[in-house]
């Protein structure tokens, strides 16, 4: 079971107490709590029966959504996905793991949570290359998938505080209902000193359906962490990427019916992925904030830390003041 290395550090979602493992579930320990988790697949499901948006049993098959990975039954489908260019170049993530993968070298055995991880991120291999052979890799999403070794929802975090060396959130804020309250929880669960390290998209259309409620300009990020002292932060794609993204999304806005717009999905990518390739001219500019297609942040948590408001308000990287 893929969760051994971490069920010693669990909790109950719902009350906080310990869970003992049962024979094919977990079971909290607080008798006036009593909520039982169960594993589907080897898979932990720390889902309580009182969250309104998913049901335990939603994760009792072996598959996740094709919402999650585009994968389809079809052969022919999925070769032609492969052909398909990504509208969005990101070329910073690579640069931002080796980074943390440099913080992290000192600690003998780092404890990662990894938050949406059911498969790796964009530049996430550059991390797991590099991590000591006794991490402690946590990767949590709601969806089954070929990483996930457990599933929790991030408004309630199943650990401890202070348990982690570092939480990645890379985009995934901007599907959850309340990114403030899965902050806190970052915030809670990681050591003193503990990174975080979030990516989040800013002018981005709809791409989760249902699953997505936010975006954030750079000071808006920024202030997302404000009790965190940050490391570095910037933009991950840049205003190439952002006006793909629009011409794409402008296109689609002329389909009547899902396969209509499945075929302008498609077809539009070849149009406009070219405009990505701009970002590594436009990244560096002052400018290119404004209209960045995502951003990161990189922070570090210090007990009693909190960054200022006329300070935040200073740090405003573009021309429009
Ligand atoms: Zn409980």
């Not at 959504?65 to 260019?85: C, H, M, Q």
């Not at 080796?98 to 055995?109: G, Q, T």
């Not at 750079?218 to 962490?225: A, E, I, N, T, Y």
Request: proline letters at 5%; charged letters at 20%.
């Amino acid at each position: 079971m893929r969760f051994h290395s971490f069920e010693h550090l669990l909790n109950c979602p719902e009350c906080g107490a310990k869970v003992s493992l049962q024979q094919d579930h977990f079971q909290c320990t607080n008798h006036s709590c009593n909520i039982t988790y169960p594993i589907y697949y080897g898979v932990p499901v720390f889902i309580s029966n009182k969250n309104e948006v998913f049901q335990q049993e939603d994760f009792n098959t072996p598959e996740a959504p094709a919402i999650f990975f585009g994968n389809s039954k079809n052969p022919v489908i999925n070769f032609l996905r492969k052909l398909r260019p990504d509208v969005t170049l990101n070329y910073t993530s690579k640069i931002n793991y080796a980074k943390i993968a440099d913080r992290l070298r000192n600690i003998e055995s780092p404890r990662i949570l990894v938050i949406g991880g059911s498969i790796d991120g964009t530049g996430m291999s550059i991390l797991k290359q590099q991590l000591p052979q006794q991490t402690i890799m946590v990767e949590s999403d709601v969806a089954q998938g070929p990483n996930t070794n457990i599933i929790f929802d991030a408004h309630h975090i199943p650990f401890d505080a202070n348990t982690f060396d570092l939480v990645i959130v890379q985009a995934v804020l901007e599907h959850v209902l309340d990114p403030f309250q899965c902050v806190k929880e970052i915030e809670r669960v990681l050591n003193e000193n503990g990174i975080v390290y979030a990516e989040t998209p800013f002018m981005q259309q709809v791409h989760g359906g249902k699953y997505d409620f936010h975006r954030f300009t750079d000071l808006g990020h920024r202030r997302l962490f404000r009790n965190f002292e940050e490391i570095d932060r910037g933009l991950v794609a840049g205003p190439g990427s952002s006006l793909a993204w629009s011409l794409r999304y402008f296109f689609l806005s002329f389909a009547f019916n899902k396969t209509i717009d499945r075929i302008i999905s498609y077809g539009s990518s070849f149009f406009v992925f070219w405009l990505k390739y701009f970002d590594y001219l436009l990244n560096h500019n002052k400018g290119a904030c404004d209209g960045a297609c995502g951003l990161y942040f990189i922070g570090v948590k210090k007990t009693g830390y909190v960054l200022p408001d006329h300070v935040l308000l200073q740090q405003y990287k573009g021309y429009r003041s």
